[in-house]
C-alpha cells in the first residue's frame, strides 16, 4: 500500500484537537472521512503532533497508507474537495517511503504563540490571538526567556495530566519579536524543539507574560523552572494563540 504525507492547516477553532474522540469534532476524523470518500476503507492517519482544543496549525504534517496509488497533486485536489467547508486544508502532499511516519520520523517541531496587547476588543484577529490589555515589556520576557533555552526538568511548565514518560526536554529556540498593530502591539513566540510537553509551550507563554507586565521578573522564570513544581508555573496561555507551524524531517518529503 502507497504511504502519502501530508501537510496540513486548520482553524482549531470547530474542533476539539486533532485526536479522533467518540462524539466530539476533531480535525483527524475530518481528514480520515475526507479519505474515505476516494479510498475502499476508512485509512487511519497518523500526526506528527496531537494539537489541544482550540490549537491552529498551518504546517502539521500526517500521513496514511492508501489502496492504490495517486497522482499527489490529484490526491490533494480530492481531499480539499471533500474537506469543504471545514476549515481544514491539505497544503501539500507527497507519496513517502513506507518507513517514514509523521511522528516518529520527525526532528524538530515549531510552534507559534500570538499575544496582541491593546485596550480595544479585537475585530479581524479575534479568536486567531490572545488578547491582554495590558502593555508588554519585550525585552524583560526576552531575559526570562532565555532561562528556558537547553535541557531541562520542565515539570513545573507541563500539565498534570501529561503521559510523557520523562519531564526533561531540551528547547532550541525562544525567539520573541514585536511589531505594532493598530492601537498596541503584537508579540510573537517561536519556539523550536525535538518535541514538547502536553501545554508546555502555553505555559510558557502564559508565565513570560507575567514577566513582561512586570507581575515577575525574568529571574522568577528560572526559579520556577528550578521547583519542579507545577504550582509555580505562570497561568496558562488560552489555546486559540498557538499554531504548530511546521515539522522538519531528515529528508523534506514536500521539497
Given at each position: 500500500?502507497?504511504?502519502?504525507?501530508?501537510?496540513?492547516?486548520?482553524?482549531?477553532?470547530?474542533?476539539n484537537g486533532w485526536?479522533?474522540?467518540?462524539?466530539?469534532?476533531?480535525?483527524?476524523?475530518?481528514?480520515?472521512?475526507?479519505?474515505?470518500?476516494i479510498n475502499p476503507?476508512?485509512?487511519?492517519?497518523?500526526?506528527?503532533?496531537?494539537?489541544?482544543?482550540?490549537?491552529?496549525?498551518?504546517?502539521?504534517?500526517?500521513?496514511?497508507?492508501?489502496?492504490?496509488?495517486?497522482?499527489?497533486?490529484?490526491?490533494?485536489?480530492?481531499?480539499?474537495?471533500?474537506?469543504?467547508?471545514?476549515?481544514?486544508?491539505?497544503?501539500?502532499?507527497?507519496?513517502?517511503?513506507?518507513?517514514?511516519?509523521?511522528?516518529?520520523?520527525?526532528?524538530?517541531?515549531?510552534?507559534?504563540?500570538?499575544?496582541?496587547?491593546?485596550?480595544?476588543?479585537?475585530?479581524?484577529?479575534?479568536?486567531?490571538?490572545?488578547?491582554?490589555?495590558?502593555?508588554?515589556?519585550?525585552?524583560?520576557?526576552?531575559?526570562?526567556?532565555?532561562?528556558?533555552?537547553?535541557?531541562?526538568?520542565?515539570?513545573?511548565?507541563?500539565?498534570?495530566?501529561?503521559?510523557?514518560?520523562?519531564?526533561?526536554?531540551?528547547?532550541?529556540?525562544?525567539?520573541?519579536?514585536?511589531?505594532?498593530?493598530?492601537?498596541?502591539?503584537?508579540?510573537?513566540?517561536?519556539?523550536?524543539?525535538?518535541?514538547?510537553?502536553?501545554?508546555?509551550?502555553?505555559?510558557?507563554?502564559?508565565?513570560?507574560?507575567?514577566?513582561?507586565?512586570?507581575?515577575?521578573?525574568?529571574?522568577?522564570v528560572a526559579e520556577?523552572?528550578?521547583?519542579?513544581?507545577?504550582?509555580?508555573?505562570?497561568?496558562?496561555?488560552?489555546?486559540?494563540?498557538?499554531?504548530?507551524?511546521?515539522?522538519?524531517?531528515?529528508?523534506?518529503?514536500?521539497?
Open positions: 500500500m502507497p504511504r502519502y504525507a501530508f501537510r496540513i492547516e486548520y482553524h482549531g477553532a470547530p474542533f485526536q479522533r474522540q467518540i462524539g466530539q469534532p476533531s480535525v483527524q476524523q475530518a481528514i480520515e472521512e475526507a479519505l474515505a470518500k476503507e476508512e485509512p487511519r492517519i497518523a500526526a506528527a503532533g496531537r494539537t489541544d482544543s482550540g490549537v491552529h496549525a498551518t504546517g502539521q504534517t500526517a500521513h496514511a497508507d492508501l489502496a492504490r496509488r495517486w497522482q499527489p497533486f490529484r490526491l490533494m485536489e480530492a481531499l480539499n474537495h471533500h474537506l469543504r467547508p471545514l476549515p481544514v486544508a491539505i497544503t501539500a502532499c507527497a507519496e513517502v517511503d513506507e518507513d517514514f511516519h509523521a511522528r516518529f520520523s520527525a526532528r524538530e517541531r515549531r510552534y507559534t504563540f500570538r499575544l496582541v496587547a491593546r485596550r480595544a476588543p479585537l475585530v479581524h484577529e479575534a479568536g486567531l490571538v490572545w488578547q491582554v490589555r495590558n502593555p508588554l515589556d519585550l525585552a524583560a520576557m526576552q531575559e526570562g526567556a532565555a532561562h528556558l533555552i537547553g535541557r531541562h526538568d520542565f515539570t513545573s511548565f507541563r500539565a498534570s495530566l501529561c503521559q510523557a514518560k520523562s519531564p526533561v526536554k531540551s528547547i532550541d529556540e525562544i525567539t520573541i519579536t514585536e511589531q505594532p498593530v493598530t492601537g498596541g502591539a503584537e508579540f510573537r513566540f517561536h519556539l523550536r524543539a525535538r518535541s514538547f510537553l502536553h501545554n508546555q509551550v502555553r505555559s510558557i507563554v502564559g508565565t513570560l507574560e507575567r514577566v513582561g507586565a512586570g507581575a515577575w521578573a525574568p529571574a522568577q520556577a523552572l528550578a521547583a519542579r513544581d507545577r504550582s509555580a508555573c505562570g497561568p496558562v496561555s488560552p489555546p486559540h494563540g498557538l499554531y504548530l507551524t511546521g515539522v522538519t524531517y531528515p529528508d523534506d518529503p514536500f521539497a
